[in-house]
């Protein structure tokens, strides 16, 4: 199969996922959207590795799962700290630190 | 023990005083630690008696000992260390401090009694002593400013040891200003030797000046000049002098030791110290003694009308301390000295009568209100009276020998060295006029009241006021105590005066033409290098000399004794002649509104210009500016901060998609 599906299908989740991250509020899916953009940045990798025979690819796909592990790790425990403390969950909400 | 060993035991034993004082104030009582004062002068004393026996042990051409207890480290290959010069002339002079100090320490002991800050004035006394020491003793120009700082200081925090005073406390800070423009003239002559000479102590200067140097060559000349800064500001000598008579807002000890017999003399022996250096710049030495030729002849003329006692006193310390420098300075080393030491014994002597008189009165110095203290105050009045003959250059007393070698001296010399014996012998009438117008008017008249409750047994005991601005004040501390002392009613005080009236009565027989001359032969191995040292008058100069001076006494004498005892309205008629001349001396011929105009007013000035438009336009300016840009800068850049997050994202995504759409557009 041509690699250029793989592209199109990566292109597409990548910009669900910005698009999410961009419009919704709720830190929750906005780290979802985030998992979704890393995710279709590894399908390519994938895609690329298969086609090009090598594995490079792969390495770098397993290295964006332990960020992405690591980053979902940091953002829900913010998430339940915020929740804990009974603030807002929104990330409009959050600007405390504006200049 | 060597004669450096007493060297160091002199300087030791004051610093030691000052220091048990000062730590022990809680622990002994008043009296202990003025005896504490008077014993570490005392011992200095007899150690400068062994550093004398020590040195005349010695033949004649080896009588200069150096001792060095510490070196600081050269650098560029001249030396400083702290080292001292045993010589006859620190030995003659380390004497003369120590002596007089010590009996105006015994004075202290009474005069001081009720003051509560009895310990404090001992402790500075102490402390004054040892600078002043440290200053004739130091073996180099280094140690000298030392010195010469240090008694600044003392003199200072003496000035103005009542410190809640505040006419006291300013006379201190404007003495110590004005004695601070003379430091600075001595610490550049100091720099100029060194970087001309490589060296500090006395006796290498010495010996490589005149390798160094043309005679009036302007690098010496101006060296001189600035040693003469120095000299002239602790020595009072005109245009430096006002601050003198302001510092008779100290204690009456402080003014006999300090403003009298030791710090002010501190400039003749600089000139005496430095001689091979003034040798070689006859101009600044030339300079030298006019202006002490001028000092001596204003002084005196503003002594005859000033009528605050002491400040009468003050100005005839600035005048006599003038002919001690026209001495020095025209090669009358002998007889400059001579004067220095006479002038310690009879002007302390006076001081302390004054102090006794001061204290009779309350505290009040105005001599309109004195008068008829004969009876009151038989023993103040015979040895102030000892004092003014001696001031007066009476024939016989110390100030007779001392005063007529000095113009005696510039007589033989000649030339334009005349007209220093002139203007020398006029000024002694001045002064014997002076002398007996304190005596007339204080001792003699109508009898005050203040003399007339003395007689009955009742000594003054008026309100607690300063005396310069009348203001009210307490007994405490910071302002003088509530007892006052006077002489008939104290030993101490007695004894201090009566040692110094034998000095002021005898000591001149130590140096009379054609008799004996002892100082002449012990300073010998100090100043035979100096050709001018060779001149002497001869005996028969000396005599006439001798003779003009005490027709000169006595006619001045006369002249007091008519106006003030015989036709005592005498003077307010001349008053009403000469009153333009009056007022002219009794301003004391505005140097004080010439300083004012000259250097105060315009540094205030430009100080208010400073403050008004450097630093309210210039300076503020360019921080409003500095402020503004950086403020407006910060705004730009602080709207982009908003805290959105999803606006964060926004700026990163289009980022990337920019960088993307750059290389994509880059690549085709």
Known sequence: MDVSWYLVLSALLFSVGAFGVLVRRSPLVILLCLELMLNSANLAFLAFARSLGDQDGQIMAMMVMVVAACEVVVGLGLIVAMYRRRLPLDVDEARELHG | MSGTTYGWLVLAFPLAGSITIGLTFKLVSARTAGWIGVGSIALAFLAAIGALVELLSLPAEERELTSVLYDYGGAAGIPFDLGILVDPLSVYMALVVSGVSMMIHVYSVGYMGGDRGYHRFFAYLNFFVFSMLLLVLAGNFVLLIVGWAFVGYASYALVSFWYRRETATKAGMKAFVINVIGDIGLVFAAILLIKELGATEYLAVFERAPETFTTNEWTIVAICLLLLVGAFAKSAQIPLHTWLPDAMEGPTPVSALIHAATMVTAGVYLIARAHPLFGLAPTAADISAFVGLV???????????????????????????????????????????????????????????????????????????????RKSMPFTFVLMTIGALALAGFTGTAGFFSKDEILAYAADRGGIYWSFAIGGYIAAFFT???????????????????????????????????????????????????????????????????????????AGYIQVPGVDAVLEHFFEPVFESSPLFEIVPSTLDSWIGLAVGSVVSITGIALAYYLYIVAPGATARILERFRGLHRMLFNKYWFDELQNALVYRPVIALGRFANNVVERYLVQGIVVVARGTATGLGDIVKAAQSGFIRSYAMFVLAGVVGLALYFLIAAS
């Not at chain 2, 009898?447 to 000594?459: D, N, V, Y």
Request: a negative charge; aromatic letters at 12%.
């Open chain 2, 295 to 373: 000092t001596l002849f204003l002084a005196a003329t503003v002594a005859m009308v000033v009528t605050d006692l002491k400040r009468i006193i003050a100005y005839s310390t600035m005048s006599q301390v003038g002919y001690m420098v026209v001495g020095v300075s025209i090669g009358a080393f002998t007889g400059g000295l001579f004067h220095l030491m006479t002038h310690a014994f009879f002007k302390a002597l006076l001081f302390m009568g004054a102090g006794s008189v001061i204290a009779a009165m309350a505290n009040n110095q105005n001599i309109d209100d004195m008068g008829g203290f």
């Open chain 2, 432 to 506: 014997a006029f002076y002398a007996f117008r304190i005596i007339f008017r204080v001792f003699y008249g109508e009898k005050c009241e203040e003399a007339r409750e003395l007689e009955g047994g009742e000594l003054a005991h008026g309100e607690p006021v300063n005396p310069q601005d009348g203001e009210a004040e307490d007994y405490d501390v910071g302002f003088p105590g509530e007892e006052h002392h006077i002489a008939e009613r104290s030993w101490p005080m007695r004894a201090g005066m009566a040692v110094l009236g034998i000095g002021a009565l005898f």
